[in-house]
Nanobody, 119 residues
Framework: VQLQASGGGLVQAGGSLRLSCAASGRTFSSVAMAWFRQAPGKERELVAAISWSGSITYYTDSVKGRFTISRDNAKNTVDLQMNSLKPEDTAVYYC?????????????WGKGTLVTVSS
């Protein structure tokens, strides 16, 4: 499985970015997907997850109402729309294939994309 994330960059606080993750190598439409992030000096944390059909989503409390995860199974992509960005959202963002919904076990990691939010 290959996961390629893109869309990171530098944005001012209050701005928006859209991350995209392109997947290849397996049946994308049958797996749950997620975005994680890791800020400097902190552990990697789950940001948002989406079920294989897209009908169920999960968000960590700190991004609820600001971030939206979506997927397009025809294009094998999963996106993360990030609005009202805050400096504390600065991190490397990773997309991942989930092996377990709820326990958030990751089967495959993509390479990260850096998001920097300036104050």
């Amino acid at each position: 499985v290959q996961l390629q994330a893109s869309g990171g960059g530098l944005v001012q606080a209050g701005g928006s970015l859209r991350l995209s993750c392109a997947a290849s190598g397996r049946t994308f439409s049958s797996v749950a997907m997620a975005w994680f992030r890791q800020a400097p000096g902190k552990e990697r944390e789950l940001v948002a997850a989406i079920s294989w059909s897209g009908s169920i989503t999960y968000y960590t409390d700190s991004v609820k109402g600001r971030f939206t995860i979506s997927r397009d199974n025809a294009k094998n992509t999963v996106d993360l729309q990030m609005n009202s960005l805050k400096p504390e959202d600065t991190a490397v963002y990773y997309c991942a294939v989930l092996g377990n919904w709820g326990a958030w076990k990751v089967d495959y990691w993509g390479k990260g994309t850096l998001v920097t939010v300036s104050s």
